[in-house]
């Protein structure tokens, strides 16, 4: 990708991580059509661009990396990075409940920097890869854009329902530095192939947990013929480009 290209995606991001909270119909019960739209937008993404893609690494990079000795070790690194952020969500969780009882100020912040510390990580790899990744189509680009940009959008909720002012006055500040700092970053220097697969597997498998996390659960009453409809509608999409 082009680097002019990829400093208006990043700006892009960077705007969606300021001012998606403002957006008050997306907070409401039951849950935003646009928000399922925008989940099977980002589930479409992850199986038909970034699963094929770690195929690719897959094969490029056989015998290079610590666990190129396992066999589809790639697939691994990605089932890795649904645990990492099913286990942080369980923690973040289970720290509420504990704060209910006990009112741990300090605790609750030290969850609040890890939650926030960990999706700043996932945003720097983004970041990165917006310069980095090598798209075969001209749309491959705006394809990325989009799925990342509205996946960006159901974590903002998220992460502000959870930690309300705390998010607020620090979370989407550091999400948003830190998209900025992987793009930096990508600009100045380039990672070693199996580095970069590695994010993308990470990426792959955080998206699909956090699609899921978002989706599944009885209370946010999500709108499964919505999730389909952005399933549907992106997969045509990414068939044609």
Do not use: C
Not at 58 to 76: F, K, P, T
Not at 126 to 141: A, C, H, K, Q, W
């Amino acid at each position: 990708m082009s680097t002019e290209l990829s400093f208006l995606f990043v700006v892009g991001f960077m705007a969606i991580h300021l001012f998606s909270r403002h957006v008050h119909s997306l907070r409401r019960n039951p849950r935003s059509q646009f928000l399922s739209i925008a989940g099977g937008i980002s589930v479409a993404y992850v199986f038909l661009h970034l699963l094929p893609e770690l195929g690719d690494f897959q094969r490029e990079l056989e015998g290079e990396g610590v666990l190129s000795y396992l066999e589809h070790h790639i697939y691994l690194i990605a089932l890795i990075g649904l645990v990492l952020f099913y286990g942080l969500e369980q923690f973040v969780k289970k720290s509420h409940k504990h704060r209910e009882h006990q009112s741990s100020i300090s605790h609750h912040a030290g969850v609040f920097w890890v939650h926030i510390g960990t999706f700043a990580l996932y945003n720097f790899s983004i970041g990165y890869l917006l310069v980095r990744e090598e798209f075969t189509d001209s749309l491959g680009p705006w394809a990325f854009f989009i799925a990342l940009g509205v996946h960006f959008i159901t974590n903002d909720i998220s992460l502000d329902k959870q930690h309300d002012q705390d998010y607020a006055k620090y979370g989407r500040w550091l999400l948003t530095a830190s998209i900025f700092i992987g793009w930096i970053t990508g600009v100045l220097t380039e990672l070693h192939p199996f580095i970069v697969s590695y994010l993308v597997a990470v990426l792959a498998g955080g998206i699909i947990l956090n699609v899921m996390k978002e989706e599944l659960p009885e209370e946010r009453e999500s709108s499964f013929p919505a999730f389909l409809g952005g399933v549907v509608a992106y997969t045509v999409i990414l068939l044609l480009i």
